[in-house]
Structure formats: C-alpha cells, structure tokens
C-alpha cells in the first residue's frame, strides 16, 4: 500500500506556471507507475499524464502535451507535474495516483488501473 499527498496548487494567471509534487510514502515507489488526473467542477475525472515505473516512458492527454511536464525521482518518493502555459480551461483539482503490478516501461492512462490515490490540490487559472 501507499499514501500520496499532493502539494503545489494555488491560483494563477493565465500563461502562469505552477510545479505540482506528490510524495509517496509506503511501499517501494519504484513499485508504482504514477499518474495525474484532474476533475473540474461538473467534469468527469480525466487522465492529464503519465509515467512509467523507471521513468523513461511518459504519456499527456492532447490538451496538455508540450504545456504540461511529468517527471519522479525514484530516490525522493516523488512525482512532479510542471505545468506552463496555463489557461483558464486548466483549472480543476488535480489528483497523484499510483498504479501497482504495471510493467516496468509502460504509462497507463485508464483510472481504474490505479489503485491508490492522494486527496488532490486544487489549481485555479484566472483569465
């Protein structure tokens, strides 16, 4: 088992950056591909990025991708989202999740592969 507690959110301005962390405690992080997901208000929950259990294989949502940076450090239990560019249609809570028994190179993106979750953080992009 593992427990995620997400940090970083805050309000910004449109074209702002914000750095999410997700630090993990528990069970071996290198054990879990590791995930951001984001909810807004009257939304269903969406997959935002992904990363493999080594790091070396990473996957965005389209509406993200050269916006939005995952990364871990295996050595700290952590798990970043760099998020630039902001926009209004950003705004959301934004959730860690953890995948366990997923293969070393590979990024899911469904959420019923995750199993463990954090409480989310919430981020606001104000136009």
């Known amino acids: 088992q593992v427990q995620l507690v997400e940090s970083g959110g805050g309000l910004v301005q449109a074209g702002g950056s914000l750095r999410l962390s997700c630090a993990a405690s528990?069970?071996?992080?290198?054990?879990?591909?590791m995930g951001w997901f984001r909810q807004a208000p009257g939304k269903e929950r969406e997959f935002v990025t992904g990363?493999?259990?080594?790091?070396?294989?990473?996957s965005y949502a389209d509406s993200v991708k050269g916006r939005f940076t995952i990364s871990r450090d295996n050595a700290k239990n952590t798990v970043y989202l760099q998020m630039n560019s902001l926009k209004p249609e950003d705004t959301a809570v934004y959730y860690c999740?953890?995948?366990w028994g997923i293969g070393w190179g590979s990024t899911p993106e469904p959420s019923y592969d995750y199993r463990y979750w954090g409480q989310g953080t919430q981020v606001t992009v104000s136009s």
């Open positions: 999740a953890a995948a």
């Open positions: 528990g069970r071996t992080f290198s054990s879990y591909a």
């Open positions: 990363i493999s259990r080594s790091g070396g294989s990473t």
